[in-house]
């Protein structure tokens, strides 16, 4: 609800109530949620976690955070309850307890940058990011991606969360004759850097890759209408699919035309518990870790035998570009 993430709490709350209201009335069981404030600094909320677990409060966690968060949140709870982790994350496999919804560096970021580069003929990156776990292994990753692409890194810098500095960044990039930009600034940072980018009428100067950047972002931003201005996330609101089309619908009729966007971090939270209710109900918890579970339920092709029901197999990457406050999909990234 605070820290870099804060602007998109209000949906995030919003949807994780939707789906606990559709578990439900799906299994007759009330689900009530506890609401733990994860923009604070690691240790203090690892430790109101870790007493909440520790007291027999709460049967699971789902966390739509950042991964220096998720660090310190998983070495508290040690796999005492399942852990349902939201966003994209750092590479490393799960604990016993933790479950990965969103996707790694690599899967996020190949076919987006092999798009761009096929597409928008880029070829010099500049990599900016925060100074924290997943944007180490963003930037990590991408050097792999972009050096397999035949694409080169000119410019690899990591601020403090909090101390964003547009105009050295974007002087830098010119500097290194940067063509293209892949931004992992999370949250109020990267709010920052491209309000920042398009005040000083840099927004035409290079091609920007965004791996965190929502409807919800791209408002607090002022919108961009540089056409520059790329983001790459498992779902935005424009997109029409049936699944996420029955979301919007839901959330439309719980919440009203005037609730915040639901954009793709406050999806991830409605997949989060929805998936969480599946792991703590099935029979399977009994004997297999919460990991093992998550991953038969997420890999299974199921036909829905209602209406309502919620589809629970991983979503694919998407690439949408910027248009004003929309944020309009380029490609389904099945293939580029």
Known sequence: MS???????PAIINCAILAAEEVGRATGRVIDLVLVDAGRAPADVAGEVD?????????GLVGTHTSNIRVAVEARVNNRVPYVFTPPHEFGRASAGSVFLGSDPAEHLRQPIAWLAKH????????IGNDYVWPRQVHAAASRVLRDLGQRVVLDRLVPVGHVDVAELVSAA????????????VGRDGIEFHRGVTESDAGTAFVRLRTALDESCLVAVGGDTSGELYSAMPTFLLQDDDRHRRLLESYVARFGLRAPLPGSYAEGCYDGVHLLAAVCSSDLLATHTAAR????????VVTPARPDAVDLTRRPMSLARANGTDLEIVRMLHGV
Request: hydrophobic share 60%.
């Open 3 to 9: 820290g870099v993430l804060g602007v998109a709490g």
């Open 51 to 59: 007493l909440l677990v520790g007291a027999g409060l709460v049967d």
């Open 120 to 127: 928008r003929r880029v070829q010099r990156w500049a990599l």
């Open 174 to 185: 010119h500097r290194a004759q940067a063509d293209a930009i892949l931004v992992s600034l």
């Open 293 to 300: 579970v998550a991953e038969r339920l997420l890999s299974a």
